[in-house]
Every structure is written in C-alpha cells, then in structure tokens.
C-alpha cells in the first residue's frame, strides 16, 4: 500500500506561482513513476506531469514552459513548480503514484487562480 500527501495548493492571481507537493509513504517500490494530475470543474481529469524515478519527466503541452515537475528520491516526495498561472489552470490537482502494482492516488489539492 501506498499513501499520497498532498501539500501546497491555495488562491493565487493570474501570473502568480505556487509550488505543490506531494509525499509518498508506505511500500515504495524502486522503480516507480509520480506524477500530477488534474480535473477542473465539469472537465475529465487529464495528466500535467510525471516524472520517473530515473529522473524522466513529461509535461502536458497545456503547462509545459511555465510548470515544472521534480523529484526528491530520498524523501519520496515530487513537486510541481506552477508559475504564469491561468485562471484555465483552476482545478483540483490530484498526486498520482504508478509502480508495477498499478496506481496510487492523492486526495488532491485545490489550485484557484483568479483576480
């Protein structure tokens, strides 16, 4: 089992930044992938990020060049680097954990940004 905490989302106005984190406790396999992703109100939930305990990393097109995705190893913790919000950035950001057993999820945390 594996549990996801996720920390860091609030109010921020457009252009603004925020940094969410997310830490992974429990059974941690080696090999492992964790990401964020995201569902605004009336919308499916769609991938912002990822990256591989290898230290691969995809960003969705939508954020790529303003959010960032890393990783601490040691502390099983990835974080999303938010910066030149949108008010189309608005959503519930929800950390996903995948390891060969399949996916973990995060309660999620609410990003608002708006003027």
């Known amino acids: 089992q594996v549990w996801l905490v996720e920390s860091g989302g609030g109010s921020v106005q457009p252009g603004g930044s925020l940094r969410i984190s997310c830490a992974a406790s429990?059974?941690?396999?080696?090999?492992?992938?964790m990401g964020w992703y995201r569902q605004a109100p009336g919308k499916e939930r769609e991938m912002v990020a990822y990256?591989?305990?290898?230290?691969?990393?995809n960003t969705a097109d939508s954020v790529k060049g303003r959010f960032t995705i890393s990783r601490d190893n040691r502390e099983n913790t990835v974080y999303l680097q938010m910066n030149s919000l949108k008010p189309e950035d608005t959503a519930v950001y929800y950390c996903n954990y995948w390891d060969s057993r399949g996916d973990y999820w995060g309660k999620g945390t609410l990003v608002t940004v708006s003027s």
């Open positions: 429990g059974s941690i396999f080696s090999i492992n992938r």
């Open positions: 990256i591989t305990s290898g230290g691969m990393a």
